[in-house]
């Protein structure tokens, strides 16, 4: 099972929106719910921050949402903010052995 | 707080066995699927072992598949990973991840909370 599909790279001023996407395998997303995001500060754990394809774990900012359609998720980011600088996932349970599919990774940078 | 706290990383030779430990406190442990995650160095994630709730049922990402064994504690709440045969390829750091959810009898599951890791490094 390849990983999922995210921009190697994605940047925006400070206050502007973006929008990372994940396209994965018809296996990894079609049909399924359960995708999450997590964010990653360097030399950190991952943090949840995207669970069910839009749901918020309770401290997390209402500025990040998420949304899938057909093969790709996506996880935007509205009003960016410096601290919002960090490596984001994505991952998906798949049908497959491979249980857990995680996307590649997307280093954001805010200018 | 959920705390997860991983420990027994370390530097090893190829084709030599290391186990991993994960000691989890602030949750009912024995209601919750876990999973090992790994990071090599400056990559990317990748899911590599998944327990059950009640131990019963474990799956393995194909690059550790027979060669790593994930097994689980509930009366200590110890979650743990034996790693045989390591490759250079598995140096990483190692996270141990808890799933959102209670008591899920299929695989699977949101993963929530992720501990601080344990840095594995196989070399010659």
């Known amino acids: 099972q390849s990983a999922l599909t995210q921009p190697a790279s994605v940047s925006g001023s400070p206050g502007q929106s973006i929008t990372i996407s994940c396209t994965g395998v018809s296996s990894a997303l079609n049909g399924y719910n359960s995708v999450s995001w997590f964010q990653q500060h360097p030399d950190k754990a991952p943090n949840l921050i995207i669970y069910?394809?839009?749901h918020r774990p309770s401290g997390i900012s209402d500025r990040f949402s998420g949304s899938k359609s057909g093969y790709t998720a996506s996880l935007t980011i509205s009003g960016l903010q410096a601290e919002d600088e960090a490596d984001y996932y994505c991952?998906?349970?798949?049908?497959?052995?491979?249980?857990?599919?995680f996307g590649s990774g997307t280093r954001v940078t805010v200018l | 707080q959920v705390q997860l706290v991983e420990s027994g990383g370390g530097v090893v030779q190829p084709g030599t066995s290391l186990r991993l430990s994960c000691a989890a406190s602030r949750f009912t442990f024995s209601d919750h699927a876990m999973n090992w995650v790994r990071q090599p160095p400056g990559k990317g994630l990748e899911w590599v072992a998944f327990i059950r709730y009640d131990g019963n049922y474990h799956v393995y990402g194909d690059s550790v598949r027979g060669r790593f064994t994930i097994s689980r504690d509930n009366f200590k709440s110890t979650l743990s990973l034996h790693m045989n045969s390591l490759r250079t390829e598995d140096t990483a750091v190692y996270y141990c991840?808890?799933?959102?959810?209670?008591?899920?009898?299929?695989?699977?599951?949101?993963?929530?909370?992720w501990g601080r890791g344990t840095t594995v490094t196989v070399s010659s």
């Open positions: 991840v808890k799933v959102r959810l209670s008591k899920l009898r299929s695989p699977g599951g949101d993963m929530d909370v």
């Open positions: 069910d394809v839009g």
């Open positions: 991952v998906s349970s798949t049908t497959s052995e491979t249980l857990y599919v």
